[in-house]
């Protein structure tokens, strides 16, 4: 009777590994075959219509986490358009208006995120401060220093109010810059990063690595940017809406500046960027459906400082 009992736990106790083992391989199953949805994001143009922009983080998945963290916080909530460029391009997503800036880690990052998370936390610390942020003569050097800092003060949140007011960029994912993966082509359509080029004073690296929020929509096929530009998405909705804010009057075209052209000025009294519309169409808001994924944050790195180097030169 003993041995029939041990005998017929066994045979249960099997069952029930196999019944375990046959859920868990159906699990991995659905996973695998589950047909989860790329992004969307939808941009909400004044005066002008939506446009829906399938995005594909298989492709570029730095590029899609930092758009969707941005776009999801309301970074582009107000920015414009302030490059349109028929047969082209259009180009927008400038903080603050200003197409020579960077996004700030504050726009993807809350302060009590980063003051609760070690490892975040020092790599902000050594990646933007170079080991040492300082405040009130008082230099923080590690993260135990901070927590320090923050258990014996309530007002711990002002030493730390400018950590994250520093720009970052992102590396790009391109070919040219070893990311052979993303192959997609600059056609009609395609979303694409903004990024700087040092190639002529000899820093090419560090203008593949200087995308942060700008983005532009092709109007045309271009493959002389395959491979150069991190591509990260298509228009799947609104191509009509891209090609009439492309066609919008600027104040002059690139192609109408030689040696006796008078380049036009704001009001501040600086020139004013060829191809910039006389009204730059405003981007109300850029939303992204993910469909319950979660893209993360993107990783970051520091901004190079072009202007640092020739600092103290004369000529």
């Known amino acids: 009777m003993e041995k029939t009992v041990i005998r017929v736990l066994l045979i249960l106790g099997i069952i029930l590994v196999l019944a375990g083992t046959a859920y868990a391989v159906y699990g991995i199953y659905l996973k695998l075959t589950l047909d989860i949805p790329n992004p969307v994001a939808t941009i909400e143009v004044e005066d002008y219509g939506t446009i829906k922009v399938e995005l594909y983080p298989d ?3 730095n590029t899609v986490a930092n758009f969707i963290r941005l776009a999801n916080r309301g970074f582009y909530n107000g920015t414009t358009f302030h490059r ?3 047969n082209f391009v259009i180009q927008g997503g400038a ?4 197409a020579a800036s960077s996004p700030l880690i504050s726009d993807i990052y809350d302060l009590d995120e980063v003051l609760n998370d070690r490892d975040l936390f020092e790599s902000i ?4 401060y170079d080991g040492s942020y300082s405040y009130n003569n008082t230099s923080i050097t590690s993260y135990s220093q901070a927590k320090k800092l923050m258990k014996d003060s309530e007002d711990y949140r002002s030493i730390f109010e400018d950590f994250l007011d520093v720009e970052y960029n992102i590396t790009g994912e391109f070919i040219a810059n070893g990311y052979d993966t993303n192959n997609i082509k ?3 359509g395609v979303i694409s990063m903004a990024r700087s080029d040092y190639s002529s004073w000899g820093y090419i690296e560090e203008g593949y ?3 942060g929020c700008q983005f532009f929509i092709m109007t045309e096929d271009n493959t002389q940017l395959d491979g150069l530009y991190a591509a990260f998405g298509k228009v799947i909705e609104g191509l009509e809406v891209v090609e009439e804010i492309s066609k919008v009057e600027v104040y002059y075209r690139d192609t109408e500046v030689d040696s006796d052209y008078e380049v036009p000025k704001d009001e501040d009294g600086n020139e004013i960027a060829s191809d910039t519309p006389k ?4 981007i109300t808001s850029i939303t992204v459906e993910t469909y319950g994924i979660d893209y993360g944050a993107p990783s970051i790195i520091a901004t190079f400082d072009l202007n640092s180097l020739f600092s103290g030169l004369t000529f």
């Open 125 to 128: 610390l050594d990646e933007y």
């Open 186 to 188: 600059h056609e009609i």
């Open 209 to 211: 690595n200087s995308a």
């Open 279 to 282: 009204e730059q169409p405003v």
């Open 59 to 61: 492709k570029a998945p």
């Open 84 to 86: 349109t460029m028929p």
């Open 95 to 98: 903080r603050n208006g200003d």
